[in-house]
C-alpha cells in the first residue's frame, strides 16, 4: 500500500461548512471587510509595514487552500507572507469626482475574489484624501477571519504602526 504525505491542515468545522457554500471560489459575501478613517498625518510606507509585520506573525493571514489527490476537501498551507497593497492618492480630485472615483473603485474589489490557492487573502487599499485624512480599506477572507477577529488585527496594526514610528 502506498503512503501519501500531505503538509497541511484540516479545515476546522466552521471552514468545512463556509467551504461547502463557496465551493472553492469567494463572492463578496464570503470576507471580512471593514473601513477605518485615519485622520492626522499618516506615513502609509509605515502603515504597510505594519500591516506586512501582522500578516507575518499570523499563520491564518498566510494562509493558501489547496488541493491534494485522494482528499476531497483542501489543506490550510501556511504560505510565505504576502499582502495584496494598494494605494490611491484622491486628494487633488475634486469632492464630486472623489465619490465617482470611490464607486468605480468599490465596484472593482467587489467584484475581485481572493486567489484561495495562491494567496494572498488580506488586501488593504489606502485612499488618500489629503495630508490629515486617509481611509484603510482592509479585507480579509472569511475562511481566514471573521468580525471578531478584525478587530484585533486592527489593534495589531495600530501597536505595529506605533512601534514602528518609535524605531
Not at 464570503?30 to 506586512?52: D, F, M, N, T
Not at 494562509?63 to 487633488?92: C, M, N
Not at 474589489?109 to 486617509?134: H, M
Amino acid at each position: 500500500m502506498q503512503t501519501i504525505v500531505a503538509e497541511g491542515f484540516r479545515l476546522s468545522p466552521q471552514q468545512k461548512r463556509l467551504w461547502s457554500q463557496i465551493d472553492g471560489t469567494e463572492s463578496v459575501a464570503y470576507r471580512v471587510q471593514c473601513a477605518v478613517l485615519i485622520e492626522g498625518r499618516l506615513e502609509s510606507a509605515v502603515l504597510k509595514s505594519a500591516i506586512e509585520d501582522v500578516v507575518a506573525r499570523h499563520e491564518i493571514l498566510r494562509t493558501t487552500f489547496q488541493y491534494r489527490a485522494g482528499i476531497k476537501l483542501p489543506l490550510q498551507v501556511i504560505a510565505d507572507g504576502r499582502l495584496e497593497w494598494k494605494g490611491i492618492d484622491l486628494s487633488g480630485v475634486a469632492e464630486g469626482d472623489q465619490q465617482r472615483s470611490l464607486d468605480e473603485l468599490f465596484a472593482v474589489l467587489k467584484d475581485a475574489p481572493f486567489i484561495l490557492e495562491s494567496g494572498p487573502v488580506v488586501r488593504a487599499t489606502l485612499l488618500n484624501f489629503g495630508s490629515q485624512r486617509n481611509i484603510l480599506l482592509l479585507s480579509v477572507s472569511a475562511l481566514c477571519a471573521d468580525g471578531p477577529s478584525i478587530r484585533i488585527i486592527l489593534d495589531e496594526i495600530a501597536r505595529a504602526y506605533t512601534a514602528r514610528l518609535r524605531g
